[in-house]
């Protein structure tokens, strides 16, 4: 438990064992937060995950009885936050269940459960005494029932996943751990659930921006508190849902016999010594997950991939496959690759490279077998190509 | 021609704009866009979209 304002608890699930939230990597673990309002009808702001629950309701108790919580409120169907209100309804046999109409429909095909829903919409308003808190819907940020609660009287926006990170830690404010470490932990966060969603993330932000909050509470990490905080991460969040990146480049690539990487190490070199920030994500090395945050971040994306069985290799095609879904877009994007006898399979890349939303920089850069000096040299060509999209608005 | 909202997650059809980046030219009205058309936003199909009022 955690006095974050006066009646305002935290008593989340802190999950020091997780390191794989369904494919995304969390090396730091994540937690699961839980917010309990003390007020003539104390209510409880989102829950935790199934196996978080004791560990949630042993901090609801160090504050208050349980059962004499009135209100529950799911702002996000997703198990993760709603996977213990079944437990929870047990030690809170007065609590009603507040969720959107979307969240009626989730939460009742999760549970199979007819409970008695309080279904709320933009702009509703729930009287718990001295608090009137305030819902908005923010469809796909990042379900079609995720919702967001508004208390005036507390100035604390609660989002749900927005904003969030997944980042244990005995902290829980983001300047307890460092802002910085905070804001990275967030672009991750923002790369890997909510990148496909910049429009309902713009629409969302507008709403919030009718709100006076001084504090931000999400659903996973740690709570942002204090204007100079607030404005560096809703700034991020307008630059990312605007498709807006640096002026920086991403290689990724896997290779089979060290030629595939021979190229990739020739572009590193040429767009380093040109002064161009830049990164190299072997995919045997580096997470899908953490390459998806470094492509929020570049506004070049090389590429790269041996022929294995005429085919890219399955880093490759499961890279793709994320990025098809997390729809980037405003980034340009080049292919290469060493191959022995079929290309086939660099065509399939640049498909995949242009469904993902990329726009192809030029044609791509395949080499049979091991490149030679002369044919590495070549590669340079492509330096004008990038220093070009990245000079341009 | 009228406009047709997704009742999962809010994205509006817009026919004056169309879905250019999955084929579907402006002026297209929505009873002629194509039945394997998915919402752009969240991947349902057309019988989940109604009539924008």
Request: charged letters at 25%.
């Amino acid at each position: 438990m955690r006095k974050i304002k006066n009646d305002v608890y935290w008593v989340g699930y802190i999950d020091w064992d997780l390191r794989n939230f369904h494919g995304y990597d969390t090396p730091h673990g994540s937690t699961y937060n839980a917010y309990l309002i003390l007020d003539e009808k104390p209510t409880l702001i989102d829950s935790v995950k199934h196996y978080g629950a004791d560990e949630m309701i042993r901090r609801i108790k160090q504050v208050i009885d349980p059962s004499k919580i009135q209100y529950i409120i799911s702002n996000h169907t997703e198990m993760d936050h709603s996977g213990s209100i079944d437990v929870l309804l047990k030690h809170c046999p007065n609590a009603q269940v507040v969720c959107s109409p979307k969240g009626e429909e989730g939460l009742s095909r999760h549970f199979k459960k007819n409970w008695n829903f309080k279904v709320v919409n933009t702009g509703d308003t729930l009287d718990i005494g001295k608090r009137k808190l305030t819902f908005m819907l923010m469809p796909m940020v990042h379900w079609p029932d995720s919702m967001a609660t508004y208390s005036a009287e507390d100035k604390i926006l609660f989002p749900n996943d927005a904003f969030g990170q997944h980042y244990a830690s005995t902290e829980r404010f983001a300047d307890e751990i460092g802002v910085g470490l905070a804001y990275d932990e967030a672009a991750k966060y923002y790369a890997n659930i909510v990148l496909p969603f910049g429009s309902q993330v713009l629409k969302a932000l507008e709403g919030a921006s009718k709100m006076d909050f001084d504090m931000i509470c999400p659903s996973h990490g740690m709570i942002w508190r204090g204007k100079e905080q607030i404005t560096g991460l809703v700034q991020r969040y307008v630059k990312w849902a605007n498709y807006e990146s640096d002026a920086q480049v991403c290689i990724t690539y896997d290779s089979m016999w060290h030629s595939t990487e021979a190229m990739a190490k020739r572009f590193y070199e040429v767009i380093d010594m040109a002064g161009i920030p830049v990164k190299l994500m072997n995919l045997q090395t580096s997470h899908m997950s953490d390459v998806v945050t470094d492509v929020l971040k570049s506004k070049v994306v090389l590429f790269g991939t041996s022929m294995l069985n005429n085919r890219m290799l399955p880093t490759v095609g499961a890279l793709m496959m994320y990025l098809k879904g997390l729809k980037p877009k405003n980034r340009f994007a080049l292919s290469f690759g060493s191959y022995g006898w079929s290309m086939v399979g660099f065509k399939e890349l640049e498909t995949s490279i242009q469904d993902a939303g990329f726009e192809l920089l030029g044609e791509g850069k395949y080499i049979r077998f091991i490149p030679d000096q002369d044919e590495l040299a070549k590669l340079d060509s492509i330096l004008p190509l990038i220093q070009a999209k990245l000079a341009a608005k | 021609m009228k406009k047709y909202e997704c009742t999962v997650c809010g994205y509006i059809y817009d026919p004056a704009i169309g879905d250019p980046d999955h084929g579907i030219k402006p002026g297209t009205a929505f009873e002629n866009i194509p039945n394997d058309w998915v919402c752009p936003d969240c991947g349902v199909g057309k019988s989940d979209f109604k009539v924008l009022n």
